[in-house]
């Protein structure tokens, strides 16, 4: 039976407990060995759970899973609602929250999943993105076919011609077309497509694919 998203989220719930009560060796049970490595002095753990409570979330919303390595790690992306600290939003002029980005990572060890080092990749609402996803014809787009990107798929829209795939490229979101006889049912959310084509002739946050594979991980 595979892995849900649920069964993720419960690791994280365990985990974030596991934080709120302050013991360094509850929050520790769940981690990988590699991550077990890492924090060995008193110091490193310290440090450690200070970040992680200031990384607790009031709220968080689940985006995707994404499972690699055979099924032996899991990748699960989130959305934070972090509460910013009063001194914080006074010297910086922020609002009492803020949204982060992140991706969780979990590795299986000994037939349970344990809690890897998460990668942050910012707040969601300051990426550049498209204004609409009208994506007009081939004609509107350089006629060189050379310019090659990959993404991570965030949200798919089906149109009469094709399927526009908004991607997550650095920091910014990138409105791709890709016509309908190149386009997969594996290509969902989560998901890495990897593109050649060509820019928007007036908008470099609008591409055409005339060509498209799926990143194998």
């Known amino acids: 039976m595979g892995q849900t998203m649920q069964d993720f989220t419960r690791i ?30 008193p110091d490193e753990k310290e440090r450690f759970m200070t970040f992680a409570k200031f990384m607790a979330p009031v709220s968080y919303e689940t985006l995707f899973l994404t ?17 910013v600290p ?16 992140l991706i969780l990572s979990f ?8 809690w890897g080092e998460p990668t942050i990749l910012g707040d969601p609402d300051k990426r550049a993105r498209p204004k609409d996803l009208k994506m007009g014809s081939r004609s509107d787009y350089k006629p060189d076919s050379n310019t090659q990107m990959g993404g991570q798929i965030l949200r798919t829209e089906k149109q009469s011609a094709g399927t526009v795939f908004l ?13 309908a006889v190149s ?22 946050l609008k591409f055409w694919a005339d060509e498209v594979s799926l990143h194998q991980r």
């Open 12 to 41: 994280y719930d365990s985990y974030l407990a596991a934080v709120k009560s302050g013991k360094f060796r509850e929050v520790s049970a769940l981690f990988s060995r590699e991550m077990r490595d890492e924090l060995k002095t």
């Open 167 to 179: 991607l997550r490229v650095l920091d910014e979101e990138i409105a791709a077309f890709v016509p």
């Open 86 to 101: 009063e001194e914080v939003q006074k010297q910086h002029e922020l609002p009492p929250t803020q949204r982060l980005e």
């Open 67 to 83: 499972m690699t390595d055979g099924g032996q790690k899991a990748e699960l992306q989130v959305v934070l609602t972090l509460k």
């Open 183 to 204: 386009v997969s049912s594996e290509f969902v959310p989560g998901r890495v497509l990897m593109l050649r084509g060509a820019e928007h002739k007036s908008d470099k």
């Open 107 to 114: 590795v299986k060890e000994g037939g349970q999943w344990k």
